[in-house]
């Protein structure tokens, strides 16, 4: 098992920064996908950022240039830096982790606001 719990989460104006941390616990091994999805309300939840097995990492359009996806192996910790946002940007985001075998972890979400 995988616990996630993030955090960072809140209410901020347009153009200001926030910054998400998601801490996983338990047996972390054999994960091949470390990332953010986000899911505003009436909307499939989405894939923000992450990293791939082979280090590379991925952007959902709407995002690149703004957010920015890193991870502490020391402290088994990932995080989201958020510049420049936008109220779109508004929803709950989600910690996943995925194991080769495509099983899924998820935290348990932390809200994003943004106002205009």
């Known amino acids: 098992q995988v616990q996630l719990v993030e955090s960072g989460g809140g209410l901020v104006q347009a153009g200001e920064s926030l910054r998400l941390s998601c801490a996983a616990s338990?047996?972390?091994?054999?994960?091949?996908?470390m990332g953010w999805y986000r899911q505003a309300p009436g909307n499939e939840r989405e894939l923000v950022a992450g990293?791939?097995?082979?280090?590379?990492?991925n952007y959902a359009d709407s995002v690149k240039g703004r957010f920015t996806i890193s991870r502490d192996n020391a402290k088994n910790t990932l995080y989201l830096q958020m510049n420049n946002l936008k109220p779109e940007d508004t929803a709950v985001y989600y910690c996943?982790?995925?194991?080769?075998?495509?099983?899924?972890?998820w935290g348990q979400g932390t809200q994003v606001t943004v106002s205009s």
């Open positions: 996943n982790f995925r194991r080769l075998s495509a099983i899924n972890y």
């Open positions: 338990g047996i972390i091994f054999r994960i091949n996908f």
């Open positions: 990293f791939t097995s082979d280090d590379n990492t």
